[in-house]
């Protein structure tokens, strides 16, 4: 069956950096566009970044754009986020998801766990 | 971008009723490109529905997706007490992809 499992969350200080990562299994990970989807407490989802199966395309939410940096690794099965310059509005959980069709759709069938990450002094 | 509202805030309903969840978008959603997940407290978004109305496998028929254009609507026939959660609505017609804020649903 379909899993994904995110790890790296924690606290960090306003300014800092933290890297998650999310590893796939029980489908053909290549085949498949993953994003990073956040929610902030108590507030609705916000995609926030996508990346194609080969590794491209790659886009981002304009609320991170220039800070955060997806990026895959095939061989591994692995998803990542390097998040820099965290500011306290990017406490949230972040969920890895997987696309829902071979070609981008933009919805999402399979969610991770989620990963807290909170910013603060 | 597309800004999506849902209405209302909160339902409390009871069990055998039928709730009615409503999804708003600022612009148009082109081809139906709508999905519903379910979120239940401390887990993840399941979904629910895509395409505006075509459900996933793992919900029963109780739970309808309809509508087009801006205006669309999820509808659970004969509540359970299993379907206490949030329901978010989310387009994919436009990038950036957005969701709702959510209805909380509760069932008395």
């Known amino acids: 069956q379909v899993q994904l499992v995110a790890s790296g969350g924690g606290l960090v200080k306003p300014g800092g950096s933290l890297r998650l990562s999310c590893v796939a299994s029980g489908f053909s990970f290549t085949d498949y566009y993953m994003s990073w989807i956040r929610q902030a407490p108590g507030k609705g989802p916000e995609w926030i970044s996508d990346?194609?199966?080969?590794?491209?395309?790659?886009s981002y939410a304009a609320s991170v754009k220039g800070r955060f940096t997806i990026s895959r690794d095939n061989a591994n099965n692995s998803l990542y986020l390097q998040m820099n310059n965290l500011r306290a509005e990017d406490t949230a959980v972040y969920y890895c998801?997987?696309?829902?069709?071979?070609?981008?759709?933009?919805?999402?069938?399979?969610w991770g766990q989620g990963a807290p990450v909170i910013v603060s002094s | 971008e597309i800004v999506l509202t849902q209405s209302p805030g909160t339902l409390s309903l009871s069990a055998g009723d039928r709730a009615t969840l409503s999804c708003r978008a600022s612009?148009?959603?082109?081809?139906?490109?709508l999905a519903w997940y379910q979120q239940k407290p401390g887990q993840a978004p399941r979904l629910l529905i895509y395409?505006?109305?075509s459900r996933a496998t793992a919900f029963p028929d109780r739970f309808t997706g309809s509508g087009s254009g801006t205006d669309f609507s999820l509808t659970i026939n004969r509540l359970e007490p299993e379907d206490s959660a949030v329901y978010y609505c989310q387009q994919y017609s436009m990038s950036p992809i957005t969701f709702g804020q959510g209805t909380r649903l509760e069932i008395k």
């Open positions: 395409g505006a109305s």
């Open positions: 990346v194609g199966g080969s590794g491209s395309p790659i």
């Open positions: 998801a997987r696309d829902a069709e071979l070609i981008w759709s933009g919805y999402f069938d399979h």
């Open positions: 612009h148009s959603v082109n081809s139906k490109y």
